[in-house]
């Protein structure tokens, strides 16, 4: 296997913004080698690999943005599946969790439903300090506003709730 379906693989695997240094520790070879290699990706079959300067992710080509909006709307306008909000009601319970967490707690990869959570604008990504490469998951301040609360706190039986979230977790 090349090095570029290596890179394209591992993107694909993370499916999040992975950092250069991780894939240059995980392939064994240098940032430069990698950054030379996704030169020849970003043309390949409607993908590109975004860049911000220290981390990768895959994308979208441009060329693919208004069917990609057809498919976010057509997602938007789909009710919430179960799933969907068993996952939302732990973030809400637990006020901010990691998606191993989640994915602990539920016993399944949670990933389908975050990521459709965050394209209604229900749930946000923040940032964890004790570990960068997981991020939390905390409600949005519309979520709250919906439901009638300004903070998790207020929700009803917040405290049973997050106590027995816990245990699960543990």
């Known amino acids: 296997m090349n090095l570029r379906e290596k890179i394209k693989a591992l993107l694909f695997y993370y499916n999040d913004d992975v950092k250069l240094s991780d894939l240059a520790k995980i392939l064994d070879i240098g940032e430069k080698e990698i950054l030379n290699a ?7 079959q409607g993908i590109v690999i975004v860049n911000n300067g220290d981390s990768l992710r895959l994308g979208t080509n441009s060329e693919l943005g208004e069917l990609m909006e057809k498919i976010k709307k057509d997602e938007e306008d ?22 191993h967490e989640l994915d602990e707690i539920r016993g399944v990869n949670t990933g389908f439903s975050l990521r459709n959570l965050m ?23 519309d979520t709250l506003a919906h439901i009638g609360v300004s903070s998790v706190e207020e929700l009803e039986g917040f405290d049973a709730v997050k106590k027995k979230i816990g245990e699960l977790d543990h």
């Open 38 to 44: 996704i030169d020849f990706l970003q043309d390949e």
């Open 78 to 99: 789909k009710p919430l599946t179960k799933a969907m909000l068993e996952t939302l009601s732990i973030i809400l319970y637990s006020g901010q969790i990691t998606k």
């Open 119 to 141: 394209i209604r604008g229900l749930i946000q990504k923040k940032e964890n300090s004790e570990d960068k490469r997981s991020p939390f998951y905390i409600p949005t301040t």
